[in-house]
C-alpha cells in the first residue's frame, strides 16, 4: 500500500475512535433513597423521555425538581427535555444547576451536551456532537 494510502487510513480510523468516545447523553435515574417521590416523577419522566413525548417528560422532572431541589439527576434531564423542545436557554439554566449541585457527577459534568450549553466544549467536541454551541 502506497504510505499516503495508509496514513489516511490511519487518520481515519483515529477520528472514527475518538468519535466513538464522545459522551452520548440519555435520562439519569436515581435510587428513591432520600426522595421517593422525587425518584418516581423522574422515573416517570425517563420513560416518556425514552418514548419521544418531550412535553409530557418536561412536565414529570419538574415535578422531580419540586419534590426535591437538591436532586442533580432531575435537574439535568429536565434540561435534556428542553433541549429537545428547543428550550436552550432554560436547558442552559437547568445543566448549570445539576452541575452545580453536583459537579463531581462524571455524567453530568462530563456530557458533551452539558458541555456544549454550558459553553465548556472545546472545537473537536462541538465537531463531534454536531456543531452546537448554547451560549
Not at 8 to 15: A, C, E, N, P, Q
Not at 51 to 77: C, H, I, V, Y
Not at 86 to 110: C, D, R, S, W
Request: net charge positive; charged share 20%; glycine share 8%.
Amino acid at each position: 500500500m502506497p504510505y499516503r494510502m495508509i496514513q489516511g487510513l490511519m487518520i481515519f480510523v483515529f477520528l472514527a475512535m475518538l468519535a466513538g468516545c464522545a459522551t452520548k447523553s440519555g435520562p439519569l435515574a436515581v435510587l428513591p433513597i432520600s426522595s421517593p417521590t422525587a425518584a418516581q416523577h423522574n422515573l416517570e419522566g425517563i420513560q416518556l423521555y425514552n418514548d419521544g413525548k418531550w412535553q409530557e417528560a418536561k412536565s414529570r422532572f419538574e415535578s422531580a425538581t419540586r419534590a426535591d431541589s437538591t436532586l442533580p439527576e432531575a435537574f439535568f434531564n429536565l434540561a435534556l427535555t428542553e433541549h429537545k423542545l428547543g428550550l436552550h436557554e432554560q436547558a442552559k439554566k437547568h445543566f448549570t444547576m445539576a452541575g452545580e449541585i453536583a459537579p463531581k457527577n462524571k455524567y453530568i459534568v462530563e456530557s458533551s451536551i452539558y458541555r456544549d450549553h454550558r459553553g465548556l466544549s472545546s472545537t473537536f467536541e462541538r465537531h463531534i456532537s454536531g456543531g452546537y454551541r448554547y451560549e
